[in-house]
């Protein structure tokens, strides 16, 4: 049984950082591209950023790209997302989902339940 667990959510002041983590389990972490999307208040989900199976090449929208950093350790079956210089407009449920082949132009077959990121000071 497929399982994303997201962490590492919370209450952060403007320009501040967070760390959120995805641990995946019930399949070959290794075969497959993860991406981070999330959902702000009152809108549509919307894609973050993107990593391919081996991590060698990533993808990041533009409204985080120079401030996000996504990597993955396939050792230990976990995803993460380095959040920095964090603005109110980042403020979202963040969701860790599953590709569904190992490059990330895949469709997304799991999703996890979501971990909330609020930015206000």
């Known amino acids: 049984q497929v399982q994303l667990v997201e962490s590492g959510g919370g209450l952060v002041q403007p320009g501040g950082s967070l760390r959120l983590s995805c641990a995946a389990s019930g399949f070959t972490f290794s075969g497959y591209a993860m991406s981070w999307y999330r959902q702000p208040p009152g809108k549509e989900r919307e894609l973050v950023a993107s990593i391919s199976s081996t991590g060698g090449s990533t993808y990041y929208a533009d409204s985080v790209k120079g401030r996000f950093s996504i990597s993955r350790d396939n050792a230990k079956n976990t995803m993460n997302l380095q959040m920095n210089s964090l603005k109110p407009l980042d403020t979202a449920v963040y969701f860790c989902?599953?590709?569904?082949?190992?490059?990330?132009?895949?469709?997304?077959?799991?999703w996890g339940k979501g971990t909330l990121v609020t930015v206000s000071s």
């Open positions: 989902s599953r590709r569904s082949g190992r490059s990330y132009v895949s469709g997304v077959d799991y």
